[in-house]
């Protein structure tokens, strides 16, 4: 979070804006937005994480499809295809080193660029993150709901000191009958608190 927060500070200072007691409301843009690279990173990992959603197709001709290990795999027209990408990428320690730690700069390089170079048995993945799903019914609204996402932790670190009330506890674990139906939810709640900064 001090990473994020951070960027944050940057952000609205460079746009000429501060927090004031009574003072007008922060005015956020798209463009100010766009200028964070670690908060991107973070909500990718957030959804790497959380985002467990079946992708289901229908074939609607016979073919083969080849798959990362070299199996061949037939289906035939008719039939219908359940993929399910938190498994099979989001997961798999190959691409994402200790897939089940949350790090924060997974996505995105030193430089500040959007890192996009993961690798599996030596090949670079086209793949490697689908909480949007992929091709033509990839989900239409995933610039609006990141927006909304990146909006959300942007107001609340300018607006509010925030701190876990208990930081040692464990990360609760996550609903596994949620598994295959879009976000996970964590069985347990953490607590938080916070306190106004105007
Ligand atoms: C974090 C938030 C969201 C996630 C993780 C998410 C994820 C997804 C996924 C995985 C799909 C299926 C993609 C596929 O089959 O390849 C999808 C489809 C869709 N999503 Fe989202 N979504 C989110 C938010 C939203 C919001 C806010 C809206 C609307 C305001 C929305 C509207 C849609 C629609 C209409 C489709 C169907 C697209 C089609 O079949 O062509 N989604 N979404």
Redesign the pocket.
């Known amino acids: 979070m001090a990473a994020v927060k951070g960027e944050v500070d940057k952000v609205l200072k460079e746009s000429g804006q501060e927090v004031l007691h009574g003072g007008p409301l922060i005015d956020l843009t798209c463009e100010m937005l766009k200028k964070m690279p670690i908060l991107d990173s973070v909500v990718d990992e957030t959804?790497r994480l959380t985002?467990t959603?079946t992708?289901?197709?229908a074939v609607n001709q016979d073919m083969t499809l080849n798959m990362a290990d070299g199996c061949k795999c037939l289906v035939r027209k008719g039939d219908r295809l359940a993929?399910f990408p938190y498994m099979v990428l989001q997961t798999d320690p190959e691409i994402h080193p200790d897939p089940h730690s949350f790090k924060y700069d997974r996505f995105f390089n030193p430089d500040g660029s959007k890192k996009t170079d993961f690798y599996k048995a030596g090949k670079k993945v086209k793949y490697y993150n689908?909480?949007?799903?992929?091709?033509?019914?990839?989900?239409?609204?995933?610039f609006?709901?990141?927006n909304?996402?990146k909006q959300l932790i942007f107001l609340m670190l300018v607006y509010y000191e925030i701190e876990l009330k208990n930081p040692h506890d464990e990360v609760p674990d996550t609903d596994l009958n949620r598994k295959g139906f879009?976000?996970n939810h964590p069985l347990e709640d953490m607590p938080f608190q916070y306190r106004p900064r105007f």
Do not use: D, H, K, T
């Not at 689908?130 to 995933?142: H, I, K």
């Open positions: 959804l985002a959603p992708l289901i197709r993929l689908m909480p949007w799903g992929a091709g033509v019914s990839m989900c239409p609204e995933r609006f709901a990141n909304e996402l879009g976000i």
